[in-house]
Every structure is written in C-alpha cells, then in structure tokens.
Nanobody, 123 residues
Framework: QVRPVESGGGLVQAGDSMRLSCAAS????????MGWFRQAPGKEREFVAA????????DHEDSEKGRFTISSENAKNTVYLQMNSLTPEDTAVYYC????????????????WGQGTEVTVSS
C-alpha cells in the first residue's frame, strides 16, 4: 500500500514556475505508477501527467507538454511535477495518486490518493 502526500502548492503570478512534490510511504514505491491530476473549481478532475514503475516511463497530457514535467526520485519515494509558464487556467487543486505498475490516465485506475495541494495563479 502507498500513501501519497502532496506539497509545494501556493500562490504565484502568471509566468512563474512551481514544483509540486508527492511523497509516498510504502516499501514498494518503485513498483507503483504515480499520477498527477488536477481539479479546477466547478470542473472535473483531469489527468496531468503520470510516471510508471521502473524504469519510469512518463506520460503527459498534450496541453501541458513542454510546460509540465513529471519526474521521480526513488531514493526519496518522491514524485515531482515541475510546472513552468503558469497561467491562471492552471489554478486548481493538484492531486497525486498511485496504482500498481502501469501508467494510467483515468481516475478510476488509481487506488490511492493524496489530499491535494492548492495552486493559484494570479494574472
């Protein structure tokens, strides 16, 4: 079992960068795929990026490619989401989730969820 805990959210200005972290407890971290999702006010939770079990292949939502990058640091049981050139449309609660092995883009594929970290981008 893996328990994700997000951190790193806050208030930034448009054009700024931010890095979110997701620390996951559990002995088998490297065998889990980790995903980032976000939910803006009044909208559905949507896929942002995911990273698979070793050797850690990645998948990014097309609209964020080039701006957002997911990575992992297995020695720290941590996954990161680097976000650059932020816009007010990126304002949302960002969630980290875990599932065994394979990357997924659907919420229902993930078994374990964090509480979320709020990101607000001002114009």
């Amino acid at each position: 079992q893996v328990r994700p805990v997000e951190s790193g959210g806050g208030l930034v200005q448009a054009g700024d960068s931010m890095r979110l972290s997701c620390a996951a407890s559990g002995r088998l971290f490297s065998t889990y795929a980790m995903g980032w999702f976000r939910q803006a006010p009044g909208k559905e939770r949507e896929f942002v990026a995911a990273i698979g079990e070793m050797p850690r292949d990645t998948d990014h939502e097309d609209s964020e490619k080039g701006r957002f990058t997911i990575s992992s640091e297995n020695a720290k049981n941590t996954v990161y989401l680097q976000m650059n050139s932020l816009t007010p449309e990126d304002t949302a609660v960002y969630y980290c989730a875990a599932r065994p092995r394979e990357i997924g883009r659907e919420k229902w594929q993930y078994d374990y969820w964090g509480q979320g970290t709020e990101v607000t981008v001002s114009s």
